[in-house]
């Protein structure tokens, strides 16, 4: 299969470029930028893609995507949120391992794996438990976790309470550079809690989470960190005070990564506004200060990558009193919108802002990708950056409606996602 | 931002007026004053021969108790009895929510069953906006609903009648100064007073309690904090004392009932440093010797009884105008 996209405006964060070019694609590959390789011209291309008014970049990287499966079919399904991520242009995804059972047995991850290996489907990369069943007391059999497909270990947003076995974990994962992905969130501080620990939580009568309860946990991670020479990244971090610690530690030499959900980048706690259930997030949505701290940090690199946090849940799952609801938010259709509402707000230039959602995030997971280079796979996301996109219950293909975004229009329409080269979602098609 | 559940104050009408009682936070003062002035001619029913008004006759209120409270319940019951209305109680802890049925399917099956009126009390913050959202959402506005309790959120006819009570014996708001003392922190009672005393005028609303029992960011309430109790009630013209739950002697947020008397208890002699004329309030029920002595929950200042009383005519004012609406 022979594919030319053309007259698109080709942004490439991995080689900092933006510019006019066609990209040419064969047999899964890149095979061409700006010009075809030799030998193209004979019969041509088996498809022209037009990219007019679009722009043509990497594949969307996500590094934290529930999938539901295998466990929690009623919420969501591999067919339905596969649909779901080429339809928002992400190639390639992280899965959490807080499925039922829990990735922490290689014969699940191979299974998932396998399932997952479909030409429509994006890449997916499992996130191994580090203890068994999250408890937080054994390890679970990483190097053969390892082999099976797991590309990082981690906890999903169960805290290990046990701070010796956090040690081991992460001493045994840095004995084969495996990466450790961890949430800060102190349990015992956030025991309980639904919402941020201020004044809406004070004025709702919600039981509150202090940012306290990231900061001691972060500073916890770090000094392991540091300690156990453990590749860390942090998940989901969501104050400001949380981001001047990450930039301190690795002033201070530890190589330390982290992202932010991309909720937390738009919301704040007002916008739980009168018991939004669907505004009910872990970590919660912290104040304004927070938020603005969060923007700024992802644009300066301070947080690396920008990920969906995508948790499909039922409605009745959300149609409950606030503090009894469940957790999440459905994200993977809302990553790309998200992203270019931000860097328009704060005016950064598209080729950084898109860096955050591609070439960052995959050199986190540590594969080759995120990247529109000569020979590279070829998972291609052309989106028109005008056209809107309604978030409506009809419009996700997501079985997860659940968004505190329902009804809101958002500029950022994905045109065509490429998968190896291959055709896996066409928004033409209507 | 907006976001699907929440634009708009939704215990209002299109024509602004009160459909739903949820929370007296953002109502304006005209509508507490009206509720405050409905309640006063239903003191006298009680005085009656015969206890009855006819305003809701024919129609149905359905008592919701997701969370026990016989007090309540009955002060509720009393109120919309009083007013002729036929009542329903459902202790729901003991049934439905028990066998795995949702709130929302409650709601919907009592709806089915012509009620005119939910009176709901729920230990999850926000319960009652759940269901006042549902009935909005599937056309049934027409349903009133009453937060007669929510978690720690809102307690709105509490914080009513505990205004009636303030205006019976201060008259004016403007000239006050306000204690409320105790458990801010779980407290639904404190939230709505709080809201209730600004929103009448009150120029200076105090909270008094450990900082283990006050809530993060209290003071954007728009109230002042005070630690000490003695220093926090000089020169108030209302203490409103808060209840406080035993349970709160386990997860270290006091070591025990003694030392809470002692430093957050009202005797006498704490009192003598309010007004000589001030007045003090309690939510009920009361804990004797652990927030209150009963030499002053018993003496000449206590206004304790007299709230229960105005409580049923400012329940019936509530009801009479929401089924007028």
């Given at each position: 299969m ?10 490439d ?5 933006d510019k ?6 064969g ?13 193209w011209g004979?019969?041509?291309a ?17 590094l934290?995507?529930?999938l ?16 779901a991520?080429?339809?928002g ?19 699940l991850v ?13 890449h997916?990369h499992?996130v191994?438990?580090l ?8 390890l ?18 169960r805290?290990i ?5 956090l ?5 045994y ?7 450790v992905?961890?949430?800060a ?22 039981a509150g ?9 972060l ?9 156990t020479?453990?590749?860390?990244h942090v998940?989901?971090?969501?104050s ?18 982290c992202?932010?959900?991309?909720h937390h ?6 916008d ?6 669907h505004?009910?997030?872990d970590p ?5 200060r927070?938020?603005d ?6 644009a300066?690199g301070?947080i ?9 849940v039922?409605d ?5 009193p606030?503090?009894e ?14 992203t270019?509402k ?8 598209l080729v950084?802002a898109?860096?955050?959602v591609?070439?960052?995030p995959?050199r ?5 990708a ?7 796979a070829?998972?291609?996301?052309v989106?028109?950056p005008?056209a ?6 009809e ?19 994905v045109?065509?996602?490429l998968?190896?080269?291959?055709l ?6 209507g | ?8 104050n ?6 602004g ?18 509720i405050?002035?409905t309640a ?5 029913v ?29 002060t ?9 209305a ?11 929510a ?9 709601a919907?099956?009592?709806a089915?069953m ?23 959402a ?29 205006r019976h ?9 306000v204690?409320?003392?105790g458990?801010?922190?779980?407290s639904?009672?404190a ?34 904090v ?31 009932t003694q ?9 006498p ?7 000589p004329?001030a007045i003090?309030?309690h ?6 010797g ?7 929950a ?15 005519a400012?329940?019936?004012?509530v009801?009479a ?5």
């Amino acid at each position: 299969m022979k594919i030319h996209i053309k007259n698109g405006r080709l942004i490439d964060p991995a080689s900092k470029t933006d510019k006019a070019l066609d990209l040419f694609v064969g047999a899964g590959r890149i095979v061409g930028v700006g010009n075809p390789p030799p030998g193209w011209g004979v019969d041509g291309a088996n498809s022209v893609l037009d990219a007019t008014g679009c722009i043509v970049c990497p594949g969307l990287v996500d590094l934290a995507a529930r999938l539901r499966e295998p466990g929690f079919e009623y919420r969501a399904t591999l067919e339905s949120e596969m649909a779901a991520a080429a339809a928002g242009g992400v190639t390639r995804l992280a899965c959490p391992p807080d499925t039922d059972p829990v990735l922490d047995e290689p014969g699940l991850v191979e299974m998932l794996t396998h399932r997952a290996r479909l030409p429509d489907f994006a890449h997916v990369h499992p996130v191994g438990a580090l203890t068994t069943q999250l408890e937080g007391k054994a390890l679970t059999e990483m190097a053969e976790l390892s082999e099976a497909g797991c590309v990082a270990f981690g906890q999903a947003n169960r805290a290990i309470v046990d701070t010796q076995v956090l040690l081991r974990a992460m001493m045994y994962a840095a004995t084969f550079d495996f990466p450790v992905w961890l949430q800060a969130q102190d349990p015992f501080l956030a025991r309980k809690g639904v919402a941020h620990d201020g004044e809406v939580a004070a004025r709702l009568g919600l039981a509150g989470i202090p940012v306290a309860a990231e900061t001691i946990a972060l500073a916890t991670i770090l000094h392991l960190a540091r300690e156990t020479g453990a590749r860390v990244h942090v998940t989901r971090i969501s104050s400001a005070a949380g981001v001047d610690m990450i930039v301190a530690a690795r002033a201070a030499g530890i190589a330390v990564t982290c992202d932010v959900g991309v909720h937390h980048l738009h919301l704040c706690e007002m916008d739980v506004g009168f018991f939004n259930a669907h505004a009910r997030l872990d970590p919660p949505l912290r104040s304004q200060r927070d938020r603005d701290a969060l923007r700024a940090g992802l644009a300066s690199g301070a947080i690396n990558a920008l990920c969906s946090d995508h948790t499909p849940v039922d409605d009745d799952g959300k149609q409950m009193p606030f503090e009894e609801a469940e957790i999440g938010a459905t994200g993977l259709e809302l990553l790309l919108p998200l992203t270019l509402k931000w860097a328009r707000e704060i005016k950064l230039p598209l080729v950084t802002a898109l860096a955050r959602v591609t070439s960052d995030p995959a050199r986190i997971l540590g594969v080759k990708a995120g990247s529109l280079g000569l020979g590279s796979a070829a998972d291609i996301c052309v989106f028109d950056p005008l056209a809107e996109f309604r978030v409506t219950r009809e419009n996700l293909r997501s079985q997860g409606k659940n968004t505190p975004f329902l009804g809101v229009e958002f500029p950022g329409r994905v045109r065509y996602t490429l998968i190896d080269g291959h055709l896996a979602f066409d928004g033409t098609l209507g | 931002m907006s976001f699907m559940n929440g634009g708009g104050n939704p215990q209002l009408n299109r024509h602004g007026e009160l459909n739903h009682l949820l929370t007296i936070e953002g109502l304006p003062r005209e509508v507490l004053e009206r509720i405050l002035d409905t309640a006063a001619p239903f003191t006298e029913v009680a005085e009656r021969e015969v206890k009855k008004v006819p305003l809701l006759r024919g129609k149905s209120v359905f008592n919701l108790f997701f969370e026990n409270s016989t007090r309540t319940r009955t002060t509720f019951e009393i109120a919309a009895k009083r007013l002729s209305a036929d009542v329903i109680n459902l202790n729901i802890n003991t049934s439905s929510a028990s066998k795995g049925e949702t709130l929302l399917d409650t709601a919907d099956n009592l709806a089915a069953m012509q009620a005119d009126m939910f009176v709901v009390r729920h230990a999850s913050s926000g319960a009652p906006y759940l269901i006042a959202q549902h009935l909005r959402a599937t056309g049934r506005d027409h349903i009133h609903v009453v937060n007669a309790g929510d978690g720690r959120h809102a307690h709105p006819t509490q914080g009513l009648l505990d205004m009636y009570t303030v205006r019976h014996y201060k008259k004016d708001f403007t000239q006050l100064t306000v204690a409320i003392v105790g458990d801010v922190l779980h407290s639904r009672v404190a939230r709505s007073q709080i809201h209730a005393l600004t929103t009448l005028g009150v120029p200076e609303v105090r909270v008094i309690g450990p900082k283990t029992l006050l809530p993060t960011g209290v003071e954007r309430l728009g109230v002042r904090v005070f630690n000490d109790m003695r220093e926090g009630l000089r020169g108030v013209d209302v203490v409103m004392m808060l209840r406080l739950q035993n349970e709160r002697m386990q997860g270290a947020l006091l070591p025990s009932t003694q030392e809470y008397f002692k430093s957050y208890g009202l005797t006498p002699e704490k009192l003598a440093l309010a007004k000589p004329d001030a007045i003090v309030m309690h939510p009920g029920p009361m804990n004797r010797g652990v927030e209150i002595d009963s030499a002053v929950a018993d003496g000449g200042q206590a206004v304790i009884l007299p709230q229960v009383t105005f409580g049923i005519a400012v329940r019936m004012a509530v009801m009479a105008m929401l089924a007028g609406n």
